[in-house]
């Protein structure tokens, strides 16, 4: 495993980041850049040390969270290659980060991720305030020759759950427990909003609102939203047994959901499940004693991961028997493959997945549909 054993305990996480660790040990860069990847906001003194701690906050404030956790990862992946191999870590030199980057197309990693790495290793030295190592030429034409290379893995093809797909998956939901209410709005909600996993693990109740048209999801940061203005979503009222509204409610009527601090305190209940997450953890109940009522499931109070949203979709298509390369993304792939299906233009499906550019969103759609729209089907 390249999982190093200098991991920065939790303890230390928060603290504000001391200066970069130019020169010591990899294991200091490894906790140094960890620390500051998840330091929080400092409360203003009037220090001057404390407004230039908060100077690197905000930089990594300016990466989504994921892009932050990628580039952790990276940085711990880097660190355990320079302390096993005695090389300095930071500021890396640009013959070391190109034969690390050659180590890694060696052990099968795809190109996307070599480049993810690369991106990582040039992030650490920007907010150290050292030169770039991955611009040198040797990085750039070594880089070229992986991706010319005819040993690389092939990039994952995501199949997408279009709308019958989802439908049959759906209906194969057996509806006996918690789990699967929650599941089944998952599934139906992540379809009509084209929502990343990680936007439908992060959806909070006082996020939602309902009328009798549609229902309303606001999303306070979202890949494409840089600024964070917040994002609305909003999926229409149907009248069928897949509507992901009724699929919402009837999951909130069964489980009680009540947002946190939302009700006055003498009109709470103790049957309510307080909490502020729209998909929360329930952990299976024990066996029901002899003769004995069912036990209540129990609900948690934190949101899913993003992890185990993509658990939910794959382990769910499998139970139905659909075949087939299933992600975390394949709702979000679906949704847009059957709007292009449909005969929506393109500047209504953008506005529908919230691209911010044409080409990324041509990218989503299936490659059958290079068959079923072929200018000559209809001619040859």
Not at 222 to 250: F, L, N
Request: charged share 25%.
């Amino acid at each position: 495993s390249e999982r190093p054993s200098f991991l920065p305990s939790k303890d230390k996480v928060n603290s504000i980041p001391t200066p970069a660790p130019i020169g010591q040990a990899p294991a200091n860069v490894a906790r140094w850049f960890s620390a500051l990847a998840e330091a929080e906001i400092p409360k203003h003194d009037g220090q001057l040390e404390t407004s230039q701690a908060a100077v690197g906050t905000f930089v990594q404030m300016g990466k989504a969270a994921n892009t932050r956790r990628a580039y952790r990862s990276a940085i711990r992946g880097w660190c355990a290659f320079a302390e096993r191999h005695d090389l300095p870590a930071l500021p890396a030199r640009s013959e070391d980060v190109a034969t690390y980057l050659a180590d890694l197309a060696l052990r099968g990693r795809k190109p996307a991720t070599i480049e993810l790495y690369r991106a990582a290793l040039r992030y650490l030295h920007h907010v150290a305030h050292l030169p770039i190592p991955t611009t040198h030429a040797l990085v750039s034409e070594m880089l070229a020759g992986i991706h010319r290379s005819p040993n690389k893995m092939p990039s994952r093809r995501v199949k997408g759950l279009t709308w019958e797909m989802l439908c049959e998956v759906v209906d194969n939901i057996p509806m006996t427990s918690l789990v699967d209410t929650r599941d089944r709005a998952i599934l139906l909600l992540g379809y009509g909003g084209a929502l990343r996993r990680s936007e439908l693990a992060g959806i909070q109740l006082e996020h939602v609102t309902l009328d009798e048209d549609c229902m309303r999801i606001t999303l306070p940061h979202s890949k494409g939203d840089k600024k964070h203005e917040g994002t609305t979503i909003v999926i229409p009222r149907g009248i069928t047994r897949h509507c992901p509204v009724r699929a919402w409610e009837t999951w909130l009527r069964q489980s009680k959901l009540t947002p946190r601090n939302n009700k006055p305190n003498d009109t709470k209940t103790e049957s309510a499940n307080e909490t502020t997450a729209a998909f929360p953890r329930i952990w299976l109940t024990a066996t029901a004693k002899k003769n004995g009522p069912a036990p209540t499931p129990k609900i948690g109070t934190q949101s899913l991961s993003d992890f185990s949203v993509a658990t939910i979709i794959k382990r769910r298509c499998q139970a139905a028997g659909i075949e087939g390369d299933f992600s975390g993304h394949s709702l979000r792939r679906g949704a847009i493959t059957t709007g292009a299906q449909d005969g929506i233009d393109l500047m209504a499906l953008k506005r529908f997945s919230r691209h911010r550019d044409y080409r990324v969103l041509e990218a989503y759609i299936e490659e059958d549909e290079a068959f079923t729209k072929h200018p000559g089907k209809t001619r040859f």
